[in-house]
């Protein structure tokens, strides 16, 4: 019932930007937290940002600086600002987020389909 779509990647140079967007539909009572992973070949899935209802963020060392998550609530849609990206960022990106359907009850993890991005020159 919960659909996650992700849009915004691409190809570019390195040192290009890029913008990702993330935008849930379905049955939504509340979102907690939302975030980005991401996933070369060869390679396990791993943590880009996370951004909490809170307002937390999150980045590991390889993106901080250079990365930024942002979340617009009222639209449900949580967006990756990619800057000075380099060769090895490239990856299917993902987003997931934490959604509770109604009140009371658990909240699950989704997924979205991936979106490439493709830093080369």
């Known amino acids: 019932q919960v659909q996650l779509v992700e849009s915004g990647g691409g190809a570019v140079q390195p040192g290009g930007s890029l913008r990702l967007s993330c935008a849930a539909s379905?049955?939504?009572?509340?979102?907690?937290?939302m975030g980005w992973y991401r996933q070369a070949p060869g390679k396990q899935r791993e943590l880009v940002a996370t951004?909490?209802?809170?307002?937390?963020?999150n980045y590991p060392d390889s993106v901080k600086g250079r990365f930024t998550i942002s979340r617009d609530n009222a639209k449900n849609t949580a967006y990756l600002q990619m800057n000075s990206l380099k060769p090895e960022d490239t990856a299917v990106y993902y987003c997931?987020?934490?959604?509770?359907?109604?009140?009371?009850?658990?909240?699950?993890?989704?997924w979205g389909q991936g979106t490439q991005v493709t830093v080369s020159s």
């Open positions: 379905g049955r939504i009572f509340s979102i907690y937290a």
């Open positions: 997931c987020a934490e959604i509770q359907g109604d009140y009371g009850a658990i909240p699950y993890e989704y």
């Open positions: 951004f909490t209802s809170g307002g937390t963020t």
